[in-house]
């Protein structure tokens, strides 16, 4: 009697090991989905929150957080429209784009080809030029600021959205060169050889071969420059003051901080928009980001 | 119709000569293959036949047009790589095509080309892939039709086979030796696998530091070796070599190694009395003897199936056999062996080069 019930204590025991042995990896794969998800809204909290507030009467927003809205939703747009309208946020958003978008182009342009130059060609002068350039990356923008600004003022670039390009794609330019020179060197000797043997100049090497090679790592730098660009609010606070057209968004925001006659709710309308341009963008091109950066690395 | 003149070519880096004077002449439709060791400056020579390497010294024609200043594109020829450099971003049909848009060959030309070459090559059916699809054969067989397209006068292949398998390696070897029978084209080779040489080649040109050693048609090489690199570095396994001098024994010149074995002569050879020789013999011309011979220590037998491999060990020296007949010695035992008097070589103990 006594030995039947040790042995089916150690039979069900030695199951019982064995289920929960088997359930640990399941157990713990969803132990990491839980704490991904719980990171997943950690982040994207600020941005729900951002969100919903900006679409929630003044009035609700200044009495009530914005998670009530999960219980009595109200919802209007007059935030949206206040702030396109009668704060410029509209023309705001126009006059980023109208930086941003050159901006980056032209240093997405002159770096691809900078690098080119530094990886292929052997010219008197290029060890210094890239010493130059390593100084200009870890050169502060602070320091420039006030030479600019009077060379500015005496060239009359000042208030102007050129003037900006100028500074823009001049401060990424070090940084850009350097992130397609490490691609571009990964790319083997022999492919350029085979290229000169089937008869491609060296112009038609660059645009049939080169660059669309270059196509992921030049989306990161795209994005990355659009992203400074977007984001940066000392230049053209410093450097477009005086001018006719509407500020660009980050200096409008951060005017709309300091008055508070208006209320919160535009301020988180406006907020919003002018996040949703920049994580559209990363949305859509999300791939490249990673795999630009990685580029370099493995050679494919 | 193209034959290829090298002639007196030097190369130089900085101060460092790399290539020495180099002579060689490949007639029209010949498959000659550029073979040594590594670091011998076959590649760098293949390379100035190309145009991607500058010539320091010398002339090189190709047909009756002297190219030293002649820039890669324009010299009609076509280069294989070792890692194939196909474009990534290309299908193989755009691999193929591109060079040809280049030189403004009209649309339907191309077209019939590429069908052409992809059918010798049986790449028919993967034109429209991306080379990160296709194996290692056939990205090989892809730079191969790349090169085929332009009809050059001449094809150059640098050490194509080495990043391939094995058994695809003997596959492709044939393939390589059929296409070229095919197309008739002047074919330049460099490899540093012998095999290959002497598998494919019409000529064989063996180079050692940036120096022509021998130049000669494969079984020449194997039979009368100019010297005793190319005698060591032709046929495998290598050469067996005895250092020693000739005496006279029993009134007969006959080679007496140093440390006193006694080795027949062949029968041709004059060589005065007192000289210091190295004799050279290939494991395959060893025949086992019953009693009689030399005696040899077992010390390793090695059976592949169609033949054996011995390890012996003659006197103070290493000797390495190879038979048709399955060997039972155990180690440590002895055995009779004879070289073939006919295929001994003889070479100067000192300069290497060959005697008889």
Redesign the interface.
């Given at each position: 009697m006594t030995a039947a019930t040790v042995q089916q204590s150690g039979a069900v025991s030695a199951a019982a090991t064995q289920s929960v042995g088997s359930k640990r990896p399941r157990l713990l794969r969803w132990l990491v989905h839980l704490v991904v998800i719980v990171f997943i809204a950690l982040w994207f909290m600020p941005i729900m929150a951002l969100l919903v507030s900006s679409f929630r009467p003044q009035a609700d927003t200044a009495s009530s957080g914005w998670w009530t809205v999960l219980v009595r939703p109200v919802f209007t747009a007059d935030n949206y429209f206040l702030a396109l309208d009668q704060l410029k946020v509209a023309g705001s958003l126009g006059t980023s784009l109208a930086i941003a978008i050159p901006s980056t182009i032209l240093t997405v342009m002159l770096s691809m080809i900078g690098a080119y130059a530094l990886v292929r060609m052997k010219f008197p002068g290029r060890t210094a030029l890239s010493l130059l350039l390593v100084a200009l990356l870890i050169t502060p923008p602070q320091i420039t600021l006030v030479p600019l600004l009077r060379l500015y003022n005496a060239v009359g670039l000042a208030g102007t959205i050129p003037g900006i390009w100028l500074y823009q794609v001049g401060f990424t330019l070090p940084f850009g060169i350097f992130l397609l020179r490490g691609f571009l060197a990964s790319i083997?000797q022999?492919?350029y050889?085979?290229?000169?043997?089937?008869?491609?100049s060296e112009l038609?090497t660059f645009f049939?071969?080169v660059m669309?090679?270059s196509r992921p790592i030049m989306a990161s730098l795209g994005i990355m420059a659009f992203l400074w660009s977007w984001n940066d609010l000392l230049i053209p606070l410093l450097f477009m003051g005086g001018s006719g057209m509407s500020p660009p968004i980050t200096v409008n925001l951060a005017g709309l901080v300091a008055q508070t006659t208006q209320g919160q709710g535009p301020l988180m309308a406006a907020t919003f928009l002018s996040v949703a341009v920049p994580l559209l963008l990363i949305i859509s091109l999300q791939r490249y980001f990673v795999r630009g950066i990685l580029g370099g690395a493995v050679k494919? | 119709m193209t034959s290829v003149s090298i002639d007196g070519v030097r190369k130089a880096y900085g101060a460092t000569n790399v290539i020495h004077g180099v002579n060689i002449e490949i007639d029209d439709g010949e498959f000659v293959v550029l073979v040594g060791p590594s670091g011998c400056g076959k590649s760098t020579l293949l390379r100035m036949i190309?145009?991607?390497e500058e010539i320091s010294g010398g002339q090189i024609r190709i047909g009756s047009r002297v190219v030293n200043d002649v820039s890669?594109?324009d010299r009609d020829?076509?280069?294989v790589?070792?890692?194939y450099?196909l474009?990534?971003?290309m299908t193989v049909a755009d691999n193929m095509a591109?060079?040809l848009k280049?030189?403004g060959i009209a649309k339907p030309e191309r077209e019939a080309r590429i069908a052409k070459a992809a059918d010798i090559l049986g790449l028919t059916p993967m034109l429209k892939r991306y080379p990160?699809q296709l194996s290692g054969g056939q990205r090989q067989r892809v730079a191969m039709g790349?090169a085929i397209v332009?009809n050059p006068q001449v094809f150059l292949f640098d050490e194509p086979l080495s990043n391939l398998d094995a058994k695809l390696r003997v596959e492709m070897r044939s393939e390589i030796k059929a296409l070229q029978h095919r197309l008739k084209t002047t074919m330049i080779y460099v490899t540093h696998d012998q095999i290959e040489a002497m598998t494919m080649a019409d000529k064989i040109v063996v180079m050692r530091d940036g120096v022509v050693e021998q130049c000669d048609s494969p079984l020449n090489l194997y039979d009368r070796p100019a010297n005793k690199f190319v005698a060591a570095f032709i046929g495998s396994p290598s050469m067996n070599f005895i250092e020693g001098t000739i005496r006279t024994v029993e009134g007969h010149p006959s080679f007496v190694s140093h440390d006193g074995v006694i080795l027949p002569m062949p029968s041709a050879a004059v060589v005065p009395d007192g000289v210091s020789v190295t004799y050279g013999f290939r494991p395959e011309h060893l025949a086992l003897g019953k009693y009689d011979g030399i005696g040899a220590i077992v010390r390793l037998v090695e059976p592949t199936g169609s033949e054996t491999m011995v390890q012996l060990r003659v006197g103070e020296n290493d000797v390495v056999g190879v038979f048709r007949e399955r060997v039972s010695a155990a180690e440590g035992s002895t055995i009779h062996i004879q070289p073939d008097p006919e295929r001994v070589h003889l070479f100067h103990a000192e300069t290497g080069l060959r005697l008889a």
């Amino acid at each position: 009697m006594t030995a039947a019930t040790v042995q089916q204590s150690g039979a069900v025991s030695a199951a019982a090991t064995q289920s929960v042995g088997s359930k640990r990896p399941r157990l713990l794969r969803w132990l990491v989905h839980l704490v991904v998800i719980v990171f997943i809204a950690l982040w994207f909290m600020p941005i729900m929150a951002l969100l919903v507030s900006s679409f929630r009467p003044q009035a609700d927003t200044a009495s009530s957080g914005w998670w009530t809205v999960l219980v009595r939703p109200v919802f209007t747009a007059d935030n949206y429209f206040l702030a396109l309208d009668q704060l410029k946020v509209a023309g705001s958003l126009g006059t980023s784009l109208a930086i941003a978008i050159p901006s980056t182009i032209l240093t997405v342009m002159l770096s691809m080809i900078g690098a080119y130059a530094l990886v292929r060609m052997k010219f008197p002068g290029r060890t210094a030029l890239s010493l130059l350039l390593v100084a200009l990356l870890i050169t502060p923008p602070q320091i420039t600021l006030v030479p600019l600004l009077r060379l500015y003022n005496a060239v009359g670039l000042a208030g102007t959205i050129p003037g900006i390009w100028l500074y823009q794609v001049g401060f990424t330019l070090p940084f850009g060169i350097f992130l397609l020179r490490g691609f571009l060197a990964s790319i083997p000797q022999e492919l350029y050889e085979s290229a000169n043997l089937d008869g491609a100049s060296e112009l038609r090497t660059f645009f049939s071969i080169v660059m669309p090679l270059s196509r992921p790592i030049m989306a990161s730098l795209g994005i990355m420059a659009f992203l400074w660009s977007w984001n940066d609010l000392l230049i053209p606070l410093l450097f477009m003051g005086g001018s006719g057209m509407s500020p660009p968004i980050t200096v409008n925001l951060a005017g709309l901080v300091a008055q508070t006659t208006q209320g919160q709710g535009p301020l988180m309308a406006a907020t919003f928009l002018s996040v949703a341009v920049p994580l559209l963008l990363i949305i859509s091109l999300q791939r490249y980001f990673v795999r630009g950066i990685l580029g370099g690395a493995v050679k494919g | 119709m193209t034959s290829v003149s090298i002639d007196g070519v030097r190369k130089a880096y900085g101060a460092t000569n790399v290539i020495h004077g180099v002579n060689i002449e490949i007639d029209d439709g010949e498959f000659v293959v550029l073979v040594g060791p590594s670091g011998c400056g076959k590649s760098t020579l293949l390379r100035m036949i190309a145009g991607l390497e500058e010539i320091s010294g010398g002339q090189i024609r190709i047909g009756s047009r002297v190219v030293n200043d002649v820039s890669a594109k324009d010299r009609d020829i076509a280069m294989v790589f070792q890692s194939y450099a196909l474009y990534p971003h290309m299908t193989v049909a755009d691999n193929m095509a591109f060079s040809l848009k280049l030189k403004g060959i009209a649309k339907p030309e191309r077209e019939a080309r590429i069908a052409k070459a992809a059918d010798i090559l049986g790449l028919t059916p993967m034109l429209k892939r991306y080379p990160k699809q296709l194996s290692g054969g056939q990205r090989q067989r892809v730079a191969m039709g790349r090169a085929i397209v332009r009809n050059p006068q001449v094809f150059l292949f640098d050490e194509p086979l080495s990043n391939l398998d094995a058994k695809l390696r003997v596959e492709m070897r044939s393939e390589i030796k059929a296409l070229q029978h095919r197309l008739k084209t002047t074919m330049i080779y460099v490899t540093h696998d012998q095999i290959e040489a002497m598998t494919m080649a019409d000529k064989i040109v063996v180079m050692r530091d940036g120096v022509v050693e021998q130049c000669d048609s494969p079984l020449n090489l194997y039979d009368r070796p100019a010297n005793k690199f190319v005698a060591a570095f032709i046929g495998s396994p290598s050469m067996n070599f005895i250092e020693g001098t000739i005496r006279t024994v029993e009134g007969h010149p006959s080679f007496v190694s140093h440390d006193g074995v006694i080795l027949p002569m062949p029968s041709a050879a004059v060589v005065p009395d007192g000289v210091s020789v190295t004799y050279g013999f290939r494991p395959e011309h060893l025949a086992l003897g019953k009693y009689d011979g030399i005696g040899a220590i077992v010390r390793l037998v090695e059976p592949t199936g169609s033949e054996t491999m011995v390890q012996l060990r003659v006197g103070e020296n290493d000797v390495v056999g190879v038979f048709r007949e399955r060997v039972s010695a155990a180690e440590g035992s002895t055995i009779h062996i004879q070289p073939d008097p006919e295929r001994v070589h003889l070479f100067h103990a000192e300069t290497g080069l060959r005697l008889a």
